[in-house]
């Protein structure tokens, strides 16, 4: 079965400080990948999505980036972290077929806060 | 363009009563249609989908959706509710076989005892 890791759980951070969080997923092959920031009390927001190796697209224009370095591996960025990045990041992954519903299969998320 | 409305905010039942949810669509093509379920500081559960086959969708812990073309509507409901179905709704379309996705803002659903 598939199953979708994200870490760390909780983070706090200084302002101007670098970030990295990571998402793996086991259990497929060629997924698309998908990080979604979650502000408080608000929806869901996507900011990046991938549909390969190296093949990243912004929804957004943010001071974050994305990477995918591996088939099963997606990187949040951040050089410089400001305190408008604080949120809960989500990373999420599906399956690309034919007359597919793209569902997403969702992480436990990563709570960021930036002080 | 594709988007999505989730009409309430909030809604507040009491344990044992129905629960409505209503979201509304617009898409320019035949949508997938979600919805997900979200408990406090966790990631987002799949409760059901919309698959063209049936207009009623049966999901888990009891929830269901009618899919209404003519109506635009994907409401979610559940006859009797329960303490643990106490969380935050998420009513999302997508184009079938689409990379993007498009979510609702969310309802909260408060149950009382």
């Known amino acids: 079965s598939q199953t979708i890791h994200q870490w760390p759980a909780t983070l706090v951070q200084p302002v101007g400080s670098p970030l990295s969080l990571e998402c793996t997923v086991e259990g497929t092959s060629n997924p698309n990948l998908y990080w979604y920031r979650q502000a408080a009390g608000r929806g869901l927001q996507l900011l990046f999505y991938s549909v390969g190796i190296g093949q990243i697209s912004s929804e957004v224009p943010q001071n974050l980036s994305a990477s995918r370095p591996q088939d099963r591996q997606f990187i949040l960025s951040s050089k410089k972290l400001l305190l408008s990045d604080s949120g809960f990041y989500l990373c999420?992954?599906?399956?690309?077929?034919?007359?597919?519903?793209?569902?997403?299969?969702f992480g436990p998320g990563t709570r960021l806060t930036v002080l | 363009a594709q988007s999505v409305t989730q009409l309430d905010s909030h809604v507040s039942v009491s344990e044992g009563t129905p629960v409505l949810l209503r979201c509304n669509y617009s898409s320019s093509y035949s949508p997938s249609l979600f919805w997900y379920v979200q408990h406090p500081n966790k990631g987002l559960q799949l409760l059901l989908k919309?698959?063209?086959?049936?207009?009623l969708v049966k999901g888990i812990n009891g929830f269901e959706a009618e899919f209404k073309k003519s109506e635009t509507s994907f409401h979610l409901t559940k006859p009797s509710a329960h303490m643990s179905d106490a969380a935050e709704y998420f009513c999302?379309?997508?184009?079938?076989?689409?990379?993007?996705?498009?979510f609702g803002a969310g309802t909260r659903l408060f149950v009382k005892a």
């Open positions: 919309y698959t063209s086959a049936a207009t």
């Open positions: 999302v379309v997508s184009d079938t076989g689409g990379f993007k996705t498009i």
């Open positions: 999420a992954w599906s399956v690309f077929l034919a007359g597919s519903y793209n569902e997403q299969f």
